[in-house]
């Protein structure tokens, strides 16, 4: 182990961070992050260097002082009020007394982690007119320290270095190959030795994945490593594109993009001096149409295992060959030694969205273990010797729809799972879901910047985003489709899972009071397990939850009065441990706005709230009053032709959706499209055509759009308001809602 005071500390110019380590002496000055202090950080248990807190991501803090016996005195310490009312996605660093996170778009800020002051922020204004190209919301899933510098990826694109102490920007770049395509940064940088490494969002749209290494220091690129080839032939940026090219047709959509986007999950093992990357989904999702002659298509679905001196690929292994369902593999990975067959093997462990829960050596990429941690049917099995998925014919929908496990939000999606050594368990936030798919008829048309997939799919629930469509109407009776088929209640699950004897060991369901439909699976955020004893889990609801890392039993549960995606972490200052969180939901598959949710009682405004023994209730802020104006009749009669609403359903899916994605159910507190004033139905055309609301965020779409297309999608909207009119006046008040109460 690497003593800590061993290491150069290096004093820096007057900032407010210095000033105030200088009136707090016993604490630590703040240093230089180095290799030797992040390998170091499991003797350096109060703080939070990684996402996943060490090298390793595993989301586990070895700290004690909260605990199992004393968890029951947890209660509010600060909190600190951000700006937007999104979702936040990060899970804060805390290093030298400072909590470090980020938020929607790439904001950024630096916290007095005992008093939640303020020390900086950082804004890397997005022009407005940026927006249309968000596949997944404006959310923003982390920041990374290295030296005397944090990287924040901003959602158009820029890496941003800067200066920890400050919040000044040191250097920025820009990651993108072409501004013109769906390219997004939602993702956190990872730091491998000297390097910053940054992928991208965008799959569904028409991006090429790819993830580039910058010199920490100083910006300047060392390489780029594209996840998926752009032609057959060659030549191609790197050799293993070459090695790609055959699991392609050559008649693939090479202009799409394809697919294969790292957007979320990395991990650099310094001993091995491997970095892990997961990459995305294909686009467009079926494979028929985007390499007819079928290939696994790599690297779409994959993890890969990276030299990040050379920026070449070791190993390479494929979850999903052939991705037909969004099955990306993406999600965060956790290393660790687990004793198998009397072994220790260093492994990668990774419950990606396609339902099994992987265990690979991470030396070697050799399959482990592979086991379903959720209902599955898309695959019976993955044999062990090829280390592949056998497909079921339930995988199949490009001839007749089909309900698929697990649907395309995954059986796991970007929030954080967390491994306790202590227990030897990964906790899971589970979303027990499947999706009916199917291949329209219409021929596939590309379009630039706009979405790609083609396949479409809708839930098992009830309602306009499910069971209630225009699209359900045209598929065989919902019952015929689920035969056979697991459990279609929509549910939510926090799971403790043994990976060396790959068993569920317990589990609590996490679905709230929306067993069913889609909110009961985006109710359980991401994961932290402590030395405590611990595993700490926040809401929808608002309740930031804790829970015995044994049982599963619950300990202790706090209205936090915000709803939480984000996962909690653990820091210690001056003999006090905290518990802290960032407070806020939506993005692409948020929570919809409903009665039972805190951000619909107290709004969704961002939060970074802190905890500690003693601590009292968290201050609320003013219920909100909402009018039921979703009741009013919409202000403008129904217009348009059959053809014409149904021409602009699909100028909305492709332009409308990623942002405002209320008509889905899946609310980002961006106006609900529906609910249109009169003024604002007057103005329709001059707001996408002309741009008159740019400087509110909402982009000119003359340039996507031609005005009658236009015209249909106002029909559209029109007639999506007198269809949602029409459904409340039928429920008059609605269903009534209870507090979470899960068990
Ligand atoms: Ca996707």
Redesign the pocket.
Known sequence: MINITRLVLQLLMASTLVLHAAQSPARPEPGRIDQQQVLASQGEPGNWLHGGRDYGQSHYSPLTQINRTTVTGLGYAWHLDLPMEHGYEATPLMADGVLYGSGPQGIAFAVDAASGGLLWQFDPDIDPQFMRKVCCGVVNRGVALSGDKLFVGALDGYLYALDRHDGSVLWRVDTFTDRGRGYTITGAPYIAKDLVIIGNAG??FDARGYFTAYDAETGEQRWRFFTVPDNAEGPWEHPELAAAAPSWDPDSLWQVGLGGTVWDGMAFDPNLNLLYVGT??AAPYPRKLRSPKGGDNLYLASILAINPDSGRLVWHYQTTPGDNW?Y?ATQKMILTELEIEGRTRRVLMQAPKNGFFYVLDRETGELLSAEPYASVNWASHVDQVTGRPVETSQAEYFDHPKLIFPG?QGAHNWQPMSYSPDTGLVYIPVKEAGAIWTLPEEPFAYQKGGLNSQSQYIFTTPGEWGLDSALAKTLPPFEELAAGQPDTTIRGFLRAWDPVAQRLVWQQETSGPWVGNMNAFWNGGGLLSTGGGLVFQGRGTGDLVALDAASGATLHSIAVGASMMAAPMTYSIEGVQYVAILTGIGGGNGNDYVPGMAAYTYGNQGRLVAFRLGGGEVPRRPVIARAETSLAQPPVPRRGTPEQIAAGANHYLRNCAKCHSNIDGRGSGIPDLRLMDAATHAAFADILLQGTLVAKGMGNFSDLLQPSEVDDLHSYLIDEAWRLYEQRSAEQTGAEWHSADTD
């Open positions: 799959a569904e995305g989904n969004d990306t395309p």
